[in-house]
């Protein structure tokens, strides 16, 4: 009797321990949760370079620009160092430039979060390629329901635990999304990132170039991570011939 006795004794003592630490755990990341934005706003540096933006009354504006690509909306302005920064948003510019990159202002685009696509109404995006064919680049700030699983998904790392999943590994990518106009268009195209999607997307897209077409349809290289380069081949072949 006295056997069973220590033995439930033990056993009640290793689950109240075990739930001592479960609540500890929990503890720790409801704290992480609630410091850890506070920590990184405060760690942020903005780094700005030389720059201009375009104002509403198409006036260029030459000084200093900070923009990392988190905020599709919105970067920092200063005619130079030491001023206090300003920010510019997208409906106050149509464009900056910062060194050789070039910005510009896009609207009536979508963009796909992990349950639904949601349209933005105006966003800078840079110009990777010209021609026939534009190509823009698009870095999309996290929503903050996104930044609530970020965190989580970062206290869970902290805190030692595996069980981050697939969930959290996908909030932790960068957004970018590139969009495709042909002159003479209205509406920007989203690429799709779906290999499936991609591959027949760009044929359509580019089959009035039909040796590129075939090119995407057939070789592996010529995918969404390579987008960039097929755009600019595609202009290239698509440029008028030189005049003698």
């Known amino acids: 009797m006295l056997y069973l006795y220590i033995r439930r004794y033990i056993t009640f003592t290793k689950h109240r ?10 503890i720790y990341l409801l704290l992480l949760i609630a410091v850890l934005p506070v ?15 375009i104002d509403s009354l198409k006036n260029k504006v030459e000084g200093l620009i900070a923009f ?25 510019c149509s464009g900056f430039g910062i060194g050789p990159r070039v910005f510009e202002v896009i609207d009536d685009i979508d963009f796909v979060t992990l349950v639904r696509k949601r349209p933005i109404t105006k966003a ?34 902290t805190s030692g635990s595996s069980e981050t999943g697939g969930l959290s590994s996908y909030l932790t990518k960068d957004r970018i999304y590139y969009y495709l106009k042909r002159t003479g268009e209205n509406k920007y195209l989203r690429v799709e990132t779906r290999k499936s999607k991609f591959k027949k997307q760009l044929q359509d897209y580019l089959k009035d170039r039909p040796e590129i077409a075939a090119k995407i349809a057939k070789n592996k290289d010529y995918s969404y991570n390579n987008i ?3 755009v600019h081949a595609y202009n290239e072949d698509t440029a008028p011939a030189p005049a003698n």
């Open 39 to 53: 920590v990184a706003k405060a760690a942020a540096k903005e780094k700005f370079l030389k720059g201009y933006y």
């Open 68 to 92: 990392d690509g988190s905020d599709c909306q919105n970067f920092s302005f200063k005619k130079q160092l030491g001023e206090k920064s300003t920010v510019i948003n997208v409906t106050k």
């Open 17 to 26: 321990n075990l739930e001592n630490i479960e609540m500890k755990k929990l």
């Open 228 to 230: 960039e380069l097929i």
């Open 124 to 157: 800078f995006a840079e110009l990777i390629e010209t021609g026939s064919v534009k190509l823009y680049k698009m870095s999309l700030e996290l929503s903050s329901m996104d930044k609530t699983h970020k965190i989580s998904s970062l206290a869970l790392q």
